[in-house]
Nanobody, 121 residues
Framework: QVDLVESGGGLVQAGGSLRLSCAASGRISRLNAMGWYRQAPGKQRELVAE???????HYLDSVKGRFTVSRDNSKNTLYVQMNSLKPEDTAVYYC???????????????WGQGTQVTVSS
């Protein structure tokens, strides 16, 4: 059993900052790539930022220079620091992690429950 718990969402004014966290717990053998996705009302879910187990990062063009993704492998936790937030960043943010559970020979993708980020103008 593996669980992902997100925290850090909320309401912020345009130009403000938020930091989201995603903590993985359970019988984890290995954490591979981890990423943040978001879904706004009426839109498809999109990849915002991801980080590999080697530390390489990738960002959605519209968040480059404003968002920073990081991970703490000792805590099995994924973060994203979001600065200079804009109203168009408003969405439910989800973390997704590729995890190989203990006693398993393969990895699977696990999703968090989502956390709401609302940016007011």
């Amino acid at each position: 059993q593996v669980d992902l718990v997100e925290s850090g969402g909320g309401l912020v004014q345009a130009g403000g900052s938020l930091r989201l966290s995603c903590a993985a717990s359970g019988r984890i053998s290995r954490l591979n790539a981890m990423g943040w996705y978001r879904q706004a009302p009426g839109k498809q879910r999109e990849l915002v930022a991801e980080i590999t187990d080697g530390g390489s990062t990738h960002y959605l063009d519209s968040v480059k220079g404003r968002f920073t993704v990081s991970r703490d492998n000792s805590k099995n936790t994924l973060y994203v620091q979001m600065n200079s937030l804009k109203p168009e960043d408003t969405a439910v943010y989800y973390c997704k992690c590729s995890i190989r559970p203990r006693l398993s020979s393969s990895a699977s993708d696990y999703w968090g429950q989502g956390t709401q980020v609302t940016v007011s103008s």
